[in-house]
């Protein structure tokens, strides 16, 4: 979160008691959708973990964090890294062929979905507040966006089963903020019914 200089200080107050109310956490996961599809199975087993992101550290990062809270479902979870050949880069063609007849139900797809900045102006200033501040009275948030999909491994459309979304408030460590992302989009996935013990 970044603010103007000379902002208010009753609203950077106000700001830091927000930050503190969410708590530590600084990924929101969206609603999510279930195909009916997943009704008629058990809930996924073994999946390979794909991030589609623009750093290699990132991708590594997230899958071996994807992998590793999977895996505390009951989930027996790899990274695309480990069924790829070196170096290559993950598509559907190389995915499909690398986990061909080894027993995978599931293809999870961490796609980043680029960055989106929201301008928030605090309601309850006044007009002598205005005038008593210099620069932008404004609060500029930029959010990292995930489009999180999972996709059955077993037929040969590659069916999609369930997918939400999430935001990522930025930050300026990116890899700080990657377990926290994958801890949320497992834990809605446990939610839903689509890892662990079916409810």
Request: glycine share 10%; aromatic share 6%; net charge negative.
């Amino acid at each position: 979160m970044r603010t103007g200089r000379g902002t208010h200080f009753g609203f950077t107050l106000l700001a830091g008691m927000m930050l503190l109310a969410a708590g530590c956490a600084s990924t929101s996961v969206g609603k999510s959708w279930k195909s009916p599809a997943l009704a008629q199975h058990p809930p996924v087993k073994k999946v390979v973990v794909v991030a589609v992101v623009p750093s290699e550290a990132t991708r590594q990062q997230l899958e071996q964090e994807l992998s590793a809270k999977l895996s505390a479902e009951g989930v027996q979870a790899v990274k695309s890294s480990d069924v790829l050949p070196a170096g290559a880069k993950p598509d559907k063609d190389s995915i499909r062929s690398a986990i061909q007849g080894q027993g995978y139900d599931g293809i999870l797809v961490a796609r980043f979905a680029g960055v989106h900045e929201d301008v928030n102006v605090n309601p309850a200033m006044s007009y002598y507040d205005y005038f008593g501040a210099y620069g932008s009275m404004d609060t500029v948030t930029e959010e990292a966006r995930m489009q999180v999909s999972l996709f059955d491994a077993r037929g040969e459309n590659g069916q999609l089963l369930w997918s939400t979304n999430t935001k990522t408030y930025e930050s300026s460590d990116v890899q700080k903020e990657v377990p926290g992302l994958a801890d949320a989009i497992v834990k809605r996935m446990a939610k839903d019914d689509v890892v662990g013990s079916a409810s």
